[in-house]
């Protein structure tokens, strides 16, 4: 995600330069099902995804989503467990006291007032046998699924549930304004258990609180016909059933699946190295640069770490008012962006969130624990963005304006201020120390380690990385392994100057 909230006056500066030139209760739930799980041996990353089938009814009167999901469970740890753990996201939009919104931006989250938006989940079966289950955590975001017998390493289980989602009148990413209906972490998706356990974090109103496994998707979703789908995945098929028109869609190996529903789209597509590209927009004009620039992003991302494995990207203008959000082949943009003053802007965030498919989407990694891990690759991606579209001397200026000046000028007025950079998102006092820190200062080691090691180097490590890391989720130690195995350099010292990163 990249927050444009804090540095719209510095983006406006790097704009006027580079058009000269020319002519951005609980922290963690440690729930462990045995006592054997306190060792670190009790977690593999196995090869078997984890299968979702959901089919879901919307009610654009109400703005309820009905549904049932089928979710075909793999145990890739190597012990037993007795219960597997979901995130049931709508959950933190229940009461204005657990919002994932920051005290500021209630306004601008809920212009029309705040009113809850929820997940009721209504039974649960493996085939026809009950199971007993139960929700957890800050604000009952946790689904807690008790299995009748030990599942062993290796083993599947099919769980099959039932569910009703009540969206709320938010401009976030679950929620709807005037324009759009954004339909992300709306279903119950399965924990990620590594090797602290299940990872059951709440909805931190900081950063993009998200951490999990890449999966299979097949939605079936039906919706009154005046209604266009921006999705991850790609659309099967469209029927005409009982009044309405259902959408299939399946997304494979892909991290999250989520939506963006509007009845005033227009729709743009154009193709880039067989990849096809979609901009969902309410005006020709910016929709057709949102088009160019998601075309050369993905271009020029392809050639520096690797193929976007995946046959669509889509761009969506939405009622978003923080910025830019990325999903697995799905990107929300904020539409106020999509204006003659705002379209270098837009620019610029389109081209982060493309990033994002490769440093979030196909690379995956703890958004909670480790953001910068993500967040730092991508904002300096699209430092390269700019480099490899527009030369050096662009990236140079923009760099200095958007990532060094903003850094300095918050550094400046902060006493004491906590420079660590590889954190957990609970350790941050506000997005604004967040985005300086995890963004900027991220993107300034990165681009560190680039003049230390000398280009060749540099991205034969990000193409390393991303082969190596590829439908994975890696750590930040993963990473310094990778750019000291590549570069026979001890690194260590680097990440612990920049990062304050220590292997645990």
């Known amino acids: 995600m990249l927050k444009i909230k804090y540095s719209k006056k510095w983006l406006t500066l790097m704009v006027v330069a580079l058009c000269l030139m020319l002519s951005a209760v609980g922290a963690r739930l440690q729930i462990i099902e045995t006592v054997t799980s306190v060792f670190n041996d009790i977690y593999t990353k196995g090869e078997t995804v984890n299968k979702y089938t959901i089919t879901a ?48 931006e209630m306004n601008s989250a809920y212009p029309n007032g705040f009113e809850p938006g929820y997940i009721q989940i209504h039974n649960m079966k493996n085939g026809k046998e009950a199971l007993n289950y139960m929700t957890m955590g800050l604000g009952d975001s946790i689904l807690k699924v008790h299995l009748n017998k030990e599942l062993d390493p290796g083993d599947q289980i099919e769980i099959n549930m039932d569910f009703q989602v009540k969206m709320p009148p938010s401009c976030g990413r679950f929620g709807y304004g005037d324009n759009t209906i954004n339909i992300a972490n709306w279903y119950p998706i399965v924990s990620v258990f590594d090797h602290q356990g299940w990872n059951l974090e709440p909805y931190y109103a900081i950063g993009d609180p998200f951490y999990s496994d890449i999966g299979d998707y097949r939605v079936m979703l039906s919706l009154p016909g005046e209604y266009i789908v921006a999705s991850t995945g790609d659309v099967i098929k469209k ?91 799905l990107v929300y943009i904020d539409y106020s962006l999509y204006q003659e003053e705002n379209k270098e802007i837009m620019e610029y965030v389109i081209a982060h969130e493309a990033a994002h498919q490769w440093w979030y989407g196909i690379v995956g990694n703890d958004e909670v624990d480790e953001p910068w891990l993500d967040e730092a690759l991508t904002e300096y991606s699209t430092m390269l963005y700019y480099e490899k579209k527009y030369g050096e001397a662009v990236r140079e200026e923009i760099y200095k304006n958007m990532i060094e000046r903003y850094y300095n000028a918050y550094r400046s007025t902060e006493k004491n201020m906590n420079e660590k950079v590889c954190r957990s998102l609970k350790d941050f006092k506000n997005s604004r120390e967040y985005q300086v820190l995890v963004y900027y200062k991220g993107a300034m080691f990165v681009h560190e380690l680039r003049k230390k090691l000398g280009d060749d180097q540099f991205f034969q490590i990000m193409k390393v990385y991303f082969d190596k890391y590829k439908y994975k989720n890696s750590t930040t130690e993963n990473f310094l392994e990778v750019c000291e195995k590549v570069s026979n350099c001890d690194l260590r010292d680097i990440f612990k100057e920049w990062l304050f990163y220590e292997k645990e």
């Open 57 to 104: 009814d919307f009610d654009a009167v109400e703005k309820i989503i009905a549904a049932s999901e089928t979710v075909v469970y793999t145990n890739n740890t190597r012990m037993p467990i007795n219960a597997v753990y979901f995130h049931l996201y709508p959950n933190a939009f229940k009461t204005e006291d657990y919002t994932p919104f920051e005290k500021t």
């Open 239 to 329: 029927e005409n059933i009982d009044g309405k028109v259902r959408w299939t869609i399946e997304g494979k190996k892909v991290r999250d699946f989520a939506l963006i529903i509007s009845d005033k789209f227009k729709i743009m597509n154009d193709e880039i190295d067989g990849i096809k590209i979609y901009s969902y927009h309410f005006e020709d004009l910016y929709g057709e640069q949102a088009l160019q620039t998601a075309k050369d992003s993905i271009h020029i991302f392809n050639e520096l770490f690797g193929e976007y494995p995946y046959k669509q990207f889509s761009v969506a203008a939405s009622d978003f008012f923080i910025g830019g959000m990325e999903y697995p082949n």
